[in-house]
């Protein structure tokens, strides 16, 4: 099964960006519809983005619409998150996940430890 980790999280003032990454190992990565999640305390997690095996096809949450973009490397087993904007909602413990999936919403198989973003006003 394919192993993820995700970098690229910290502390960002309102308006700020990040790059967060996710490297895969363990699998053909480009086998696997890549997606970002998030859980803020005391909520649930929710759907952020999600990229298709050959990155033709993406998809956003309403909330990160225009303000985030989300990108793979095949060739680096890697994927990306571009979040600029911040806002102090978007606070919240960010998880890559992989599936071998048609449904960029899931069900996914495969989950990352997570990266923390938090945003200050």
């Known amino acids: 099964q394919v192993q993820l980790v995700e970098s690229g999280g910290g502390p960002v003032q309102a308006g700020g960006s990040l790059r967060l990454s996710c490297v895969a190992s363990?699998?053909?990565?480009?086998?696997?519809?890549m997606g970002w999640f998030r859980q803020a305390p005391g909520k649930e997690r929710e759907f952020v983005s999600a990229?298709?095996?050959?990155?033709?096809?993406?998809s956003y949450a309403d909330s990160v619409k225009g303000r985030f973009t989300i990108s793979r490397d095949n060739a680096k087993n890697t994927v990306y998150l571009q979040m600029n904007s911040l806002k102090p909602e978007d606070t919240a413990v960010y998880s890559c996940?992989?599936?071998?999936?048609?449904?960029?919403?899931?069900?996914?198989?495969?989950w990352g430890q997570g990266t923390q973003v938090t945003v200050s006003s």
């Open positions: 363990g699998r053909t990565f480009s086998a696997y519809t």
């Open positions: 990229i298709s095996r050959r990155g033709i096809e993406t």
């Open positions: 996940a992989a599936g071998r999936i048609l449904n960029l919403k899931g069900p996914y198989e495969a």
